[in-house]
């Protein structure tokens, strides 16, 4: 039976409590002391009877100092042990407790799943039997404080493990009393990081699609994103190709692995290296001690996706291009062959056929990057899409700021029409938001348009803004058919080309005096 006495903190009163068990003949087998300033002991009396317990009462309940005598479920050391083997066996990591000879003094379940045993067998176990290319101890040792993320294969498979010393007084070597070790399986990081990273899903409904031509782009990529082959994604900076293969990841039987992303050309090559296939521990001065998982380690199970592969230098071509054939690296500074699982998703905005042409680009890994390709077209061979789009993005800008909708303006349609957008749909979507945040009226003005005159301006460049909008956009509509009468010569190849019907060009033709069909 467990009793619960609240009391005075005076010398001498558990001597007195325990008095009366002794002159009963029971024998006291453990005592604790809790309370915030001691008033209370808690005290464990195997062989107490109820009826025992009610003749005792009154004389504890006399002892001077004492307030009342109940009886609990549970020694405080008890609830502890319970709770802390509770939180343990809830755990899907390995945790174990080491003292400094390198033996296991307690485990969590998930760390006798690991090592082939029962829980209650753990208790005793050497970790050398387990892990043979560290000493743990030592480490503690060495160090004297936390390690995380230390590399090491326990069981055939590869952990990062969380050291933890514990210390029986001060914090240092003479004290240490072991350790706990937390193992976390190096194939599941990365799904981890994934999850926690990411605040919401991004897939093909987040991509708008007012453009036929940007549709029909969608459509293509819907198509190829629940195969597992590698897929090229070619558009020029600023028109969405991480969107849409974070889109193709979501879409695919792996989007629930994780996702993780590397830029080629914002990295020099060395370091691109070890952020792709990681590096051993010591690989080079200044390296962590314990190595590190490159990305493709931590994405394991999904989809790695490469920005602007076509400024790879070639010692990662060949290195990419050896994954791509076997799925195997070796990480910088190690002989160990490492064989993972991930698709590769790339993006150029670079022609890759003339860099092969000049020597720049490895052709066998072109065309084993190119089993699937999709092109994003540029926001100015999608003008007919526009002001749905620019409406879009001004609505999200309001909401975002926290201001009244503004609407756009005739002269700010015709500016949005006739501008070229070097930058795409990101520039769109930039200078929309600017263009919010300096407007204090109901309608977006062209003065609120900051639009720098970069790269090349189209045949739309020029528009006479007189007259209304009908006007406006009847200038614009003539000078997009003048344009692209040449190249699609008949009302039917020009219809296909812009996505409506045939009779809607033939129409326009007539109207605007072009081609035959004005005849």
């Excluded at 002794?22 to 006291?28: E, H, P, Q, R, S």
């Excluded at 009610?54 to 009342?68: H, M």
């Excluded at 999709?374 to 409406?391: M, Y």
Aim: net charge neutral; charged share 25%; proline share 5%.
């Amino acid at each position: 039976m467990r009793l619960k006495f609240h009391c005075q903190n005076r010398i001498g009163i558990l001597r007195d409590i325990v008095a009366h068990f002794a002159d009963y003949g029971l024998n006291v087998s453990r005592g604790e002391v809790g309370g915030d300033q001691g008033n209370t002991i808690y005290l464990l009396v195997p062989n107490l009877l109820n009826a025992q317990l009610s003749t005792l009462r009154p004389r504890l309940e006399a002892v001077p100092g004492v307030f009342s005598v109940k009886r609990v479920n549970l020694m405080p050391s008890e609830r502890r042990h319970l709770e802390l083997d509770v939180l343990l066996s809830s755990l899907s990591d390995p945790v174990m407790s080491i003292d400094m000879d390198g033996r296991i003094v307690a485990a969590n379940r998930a760390a006798g799943q690991m090592l082939g045993v029962r829980v209650d067998e753990v208790p005793g176990l050497s970790l050398d039997r387990y892990i043979h290319d560290i000493d743990l101890p030592d480490l503690v040792r060495r160090n004297n404080a936390r390690v995380n993320g230390l590399r090491l294969m326990a069981k055939d498979a590869i952990y990062l493990a969380d050291i933890a010393p514990l210390h029986t007084e001060k914090d240092d070597v003479a004290s240490l009393a072991g350790a706990v070790v937390t193992l976390h399986r190096a194939d599941r990081v990365g799904e981890r990081i994934y999850h926690v990273q990411r605040q919401e899903l991004r897939g093909f409904e987040a991509i708008f699609q007012a453009s036929p031509r940007l549709a029909a782009a969608v459509h293509e990529a819907r198509r190829m994103a629940p195969l597992d082959a590698p897929l090229l994604i070619e558009g020029e900076t600023g028109t969405g190709k991480e969107l849409l293969a974070r889109a193709c990841h979501l879409a695919s039987p792996r989007g629930q692995a994780p996702f993780m992303a590397l830029n080629c050309a914002g990295l020099p090559e060395s370091m691109a290296e070890t952020e792709l296939f990681g590096y051993a521990p010591g690989a080079f001065e200044g390296a962590r001690p314990e190595g590190k998982l490159g990305l493709l380690e931590l994405t394991a199970g999904g989809t790695i996706f490469l920005d602007e592969v076509g400024e790879m230098s070639p010692r990662l071509q060949v290195k990419l291009l050896r994954f791509l054939q076997d799925g195997g690296f070796r990480r910088v500074g190690s002989d160990e062959e490492t064989y993972l699982d991930v698709r590769v998703i790339c993006a150029t905005q670079q022609d890759l056929p003339r860099l092969c042409a000049e020597g720049r680009f490895r052709q066998d890994l072109y065309h084993r990057l190119n089993v699937l390709s999709v092109h994003i077209p540029p926001l100015r061979e999608c003008l007919d899409g526009i002001v749905e789009l620019a409406t879009h993005f001004v609505d999200r800008a309001a909401r975002q700021i926290g201001c009244r909708l503004p609407g756009l303006s005739p002269a700010v349609v015709a500016r949005l029409v006739s501008y070229h957008w070097p930058g795409n749909v990101r520039q769109l979507e930039n200078v929309l938001f600017q263009a919010v945040s300096l407007c204090e009226g109901d309608e977006l003005l062209p003065q609120h348009l900051r639009l720098p005159d970069v790269g090349q301006a189209t045949g739309l460049a020029g528009v006479d803004l007189d007259g209304s909008l009908n006007d406006i956009l009847g200038e614009v509509e003539r000078r997009v058919l003048t344009k692209l009468y040449p190249e699609f010569p008949s009302s039917r190849l020009l219809a296909r080309r812009l996505g409506v019907s045939h009779t809607t060009i033939a129409n326009k033709l007539k109207k605007h005096g072009l081609g035959n069909e004005a005849e």
